[in-house]
Each structure stands twice: as structure tokens, then as C-alpha cells.
């Protein structure tokens, strides 16, 4: 039986995987500027952090959504433990990440410390989760995979 399969793809490419490096990083970054203005107060790593955060969620809409595609496209994939741990995890993080973006544009001091260090650290935990539970989804169950041809 072939493994699962993404259907939100483009030239047999899963568009979801190709999607999810750009928000995670952004993410994970906002959280290392956010540390950076906490230790120097420096104003320049604050204004980093929302436009991390900014850009972040925007290409995390349409992860979300080739995700979404995946999720509600394949019945196989609906089934998998790891799936729903990640989906569940991921919206979490979207929410939270968010909320930051709304505490992030007052001004420095209080988008920052603490609320916003806070907010941007659970969201960096959260992302470990979900993105072992993707990796499990690819490496271990074969989502998106395409099986190889013999010959």
C-alpha cells in the first residue's frame, strides 16, 4: 500500500513542508531578538522581533492552509496520532505567536519584557514538539513520500 499522500503539492512536491521552515525560523529568531533586547535593551531588536513575528505569521497562513489541505485531503493521514499533536500544537503556536504580535507592537520595553519574551519562548517550545511529531509523520509513517521506483 502506498504511503499517505500530501495533497497540496506542486510538480509531485509537498507544499506544506516547503512552506513551515520560514515561519519556524522566524519564530525561533523573534524569540533570540527578544532575549537580545532583554540583555541590551537595545531598541533595533525590538523592531526585529515584530517584523520577524509580522512575517512569520504571514507565510504561516498559507502553511496552515496546505496543511489544512493535507490533513483534510487524505484519510490516512487523519488517522495518525502524530498528525493531530501536531495540528493541535501548531494552532496553539499560531495563536500564541499571534498574541505576540499584538503585544509586540506597543512600544519597546513593555512588547518585550516579559509578556512578549514569555510568548515567544512557549511558542519556540511548542514548535520542538510539533516539528518532532512532522518529522515522525514524514520519517516514520511516509507522509508525502513518494515510494521509490524499482526497476
Keep these: ?30 524569540f533570540v531578538s527578544d532575549l537580545a533586547y532583554w540583555k541590551t535593551a537595545n531598541m533595533q531588536w525590538a523592531n526585529m522581533s515584530a517584523w520577524l513575528l509580522t512575517i512569520g505569521l504571514v507565510v504561516a497562513i498559507f502553511a496552515v492552509l496546505a496543511g489544512l ?13 502524530a498528525v493531530w499533536i ?34 515567544s519562548g512557549l511558542v519556540v517550545l511548542i514548535l520542538l514538539v510539533t516539528g518532532w511529531n512532522g518529522w515522525s509523520m514524514v520519517y516514520r509513517h511516509g507522509v508525502g513520500v513518494r515510494p521509490e521506483d524499482r526497476a
Aim: proline letters at 9%; one cysteine or more; charged letters at 15%.
Design 1 to 30: 500500500m502506498p504511503n499517505p499522500r500530501s495533497t497540496a503539492r506542486i510538480g509531485g512536491h509537498p507544499l506544506h513542508p516547503m512552506l513551515v521552515p520560514i515561519p519556524i525560523a522566524c519564530f525561533v529568531l523573534t
Design 69 to 81: 489541505i493535507d490533513f483534510l485531503g487524505e484519510r490516512r493521514i487523519r488517522s495518525l496520532r
Design 86 to 119: 501536531h495540528a493541535v500544537g501548531n494552532a496553539i503556536a499560531l495563536v500564541l505567536a499571534i498574541l505576540n504580535a499584538f503585544v509586540h507592537s506597543r512600544d519597546a520595553y513593555t512588547s518585550v519584557v516579559p509578556t512578549g519574551l514569555i510568548l
